[in-house]
């Protein structure tokens, strides 16, 4: 990469407003309700979702670096992809969905960082089918979840700083290779 690319500083913003949220809240906090069904975890599932689809998506790229850009979606298929998605997301638990939001948003933000040149153009020719500027979405879902999670109503017990480490979602990986790469303290 010959310079530094101006939606990786606002991933990492973004990222870190995440974690600073989520490290905030209770497990009550984070089943707190918003609109349409939603809670706080559930939303940050649907974060999770989609940010493990643009890390699956750049992991195939990855082992084929001149094939062409990943396919574009349609607004018709996310709506129903969050549709069909929604039960995934309100099943899992409050605090795996606030630790898995983390780890998944570190992840992708490392391999969106990790694209080539040439990547991020054929990217951008073909529609940019991936999002990177993954703080677009965050920041979104972030400022719905804040008026629901304000000071005044955040939990003075609040949880520890989530770890999160393989294990912890040794029953979400599918096989050994798992898109979600866990990164060493020297890698952060």
Not at 56 to 79: C, E, T
Not at 152 to 173: C, K, Q, Y
Request: hydrophobic share 40%.
């Amino acid at each position: 990469m010959s310079e530094p690319r101006a939606y990786v500083a606002e991933n990492n913003i973004q990222r870190q407003r995440l974690r600073g949220l989520v490290t905030r809240l209770s497990d009550d906090d984070l089943s707190r309700p918003l609109d349409a069904g939603w809670t706080i975890a559930a939303v940050l599932g649907h974060l999770i979702f989609w940010d493990q689809r643009t890390l699956v998506l750049i992991d195939g790229w990855k082992r084929a670096p001149h094939g062409a850009a990943p396919p574009n979606i349609g607004q018709h298929d996310v709506d129903w992809i969050n549709d069909s998605a929604k039960a995934l997301c309100l099943a899992l638990p409050p605090r795996t969905a606030a630790r898995l939001a983390i780890a998944t948003a570190e992840a992708v933000d490392r391999a969106v960082e990790g694209l080539s040149d040439a990547q991020v153009a054929a990217n951008d020719a073909a529609g940019r089918p991936l999002n990177l500027f993954r703080a677009e979405h965050r920041r979104e879902h972030l400022d719905e979840m804040l008026p629901k999670s304000s000071a005044s109503r955040v939990s003075r017990h609040a949880s520890p700083a989530p770890t999160f480490t393989p294990s912890d979602i040794e029953l979400l990986s599918l096989e050994a290779g798992s898109p979600i790469r866990w990164l060493s303290e020297s890698d952060r």
